[in-house]
Nanobody, 115 residues
Framework: QVQLVESGGGLVQSGGSLRLSCAAS????????MAWYRQAPGKQRELVAS???????NYADSVKGRFTISRDNAKNTVYLQMNSLKPEDTGVYYC?????????WGQGTQVTVSS
């Protein structure tokens, strides 16, 4: 059974930092591309950052230079370091594990940035 469990969300002031973690089980983690998405109230879910199984990364323009995605295959975990947070970064952050067209989602963790 595939499980993705996000943690690390919370309430932070504008300009602050948070580090999200997503622990995976039930998959051969090193074979999966991993990604973080977020969904703000009333908006569609959007891609924030992704990292391939070989370590190549990609970021949404809105977070470039502020967020860093990384993975630890030994711990079956993907991270999202978020710095210089802005109120518009507020939303539920979801972890996704993808293998070809097959994907699994975590339950999400709330990030709230106050101004």
């Amino acid at each position: 059974q595939v499980q993705l469990v996000e943690s690390g969300g919370g309430l932070v002031q504008s300009g602050g930092s948070l580090r999200l973690s997503c622990a995976a089980s039930g998959i051969v983690f090193r074979l999966y591309d991993m990604a973080w998405y977020r969904q703000a109230p009333g908006k569609q879910r959007e891609l924030v950052a992704s990292i391939t199984l070989t370590g190549n990364t990609n970021y949404a323009d809105s977070v470039k230079g502020r967020f860093t995605i990384s993975r630890d295959n030994a711990k079956n975990t993907v991270y999202l370091q978020m710095n210089s947070l802005k109120p518009e970064d507020t939303g539920v952050y979801y972890c996704k594990a993808a293998l070809g067209s097959y994907g699994n989602w975590g339950q999400g963790t709330q990030v709230t940035v106050s101004s």
